[in-house]
């Protein structure tokens, strides 16, 4: 993949000069993104629990198994069977959402409570996604059940 060397304004303010040089240098994702390419995965986010963090419906998240999990990590969870995405609350013993309309989830001492990883970036497509059929990579739920 290739990466332009200057920012692209969003707004509107002129076009740069067509003399000035313009080179593409290369980029691959995996080395940008990934910190550790083999406890690293992927998954599709289900759900709009997340969107004030800037997590959106059908984004992808990039999860890290080895990173440990710290207060106010974004993380992939299993609580009592149900898998979702939320923000650790490490200090409360609280799961959060990254939207006001849900409650924190508390983590009692009965609970069946594992980080699977922890989420290090996302990505948003603009268009629809498709994969090849090989790959699975989700989806993981944001909803408040978990």
């Known amino acids: ?12 303010g002129g ?6 040089e313009y080179a593409q240098k290369e980029l ?8 550790h390419p083999s406890t690293t995965f992927l998954t599709l986010i ?8 800037g997590i959106h419906n059908h984004d992808i998240a990039i999860v890290d198994r080895d ?21 650790l609350d490490a200090e409360r013993r609280l ?13 009692n001492e009965s609970d069946e ?3 699977i990883g922890v989420v290090t970036s996302s990505i948003r497509c603009f268009k629809p996604l498709t994969l ?7 989806p993981v739920d944001t909803s408040n059940h978990a």
């Not at 076009?15 to 000035?20: I, V």
């Not at 440990?68 to 609580?79: E, G, M, Q, S, Y």
Request: with cysteine; charged share 20%; glycine share 6%.
């Open 67 to 87: 990173i440990t999990a710290r207060h106010r990590d974004v993380v992939i969870i299993n609580l009592n069977g149900d898998i979702s995405c939320k923000i």
């Open 113 to 115: 409570f594992v980080i």
């Open 15 to 20: 076009f740069e000069s067509a003399a000035k």
């Open 28 to 35: 691959s994702l995996d080395e940008f993104l990934v910190i």
């Open 1 to 12: 993949m290739k990466l332009s060397p200057m920012p692209f304004s969003c707004g509107i």
């Open 46 to 53: 289900d759900g709009n629990d997340m969107v004030n963090i």
């Open 95 to 107: 799961l959060l959402s990254g939207s006001n309309d849900n409650k924190p989830i508390p983590i």
């Open 132 to 138: 090849p059929s090989k790959v699975d990579i989700g």
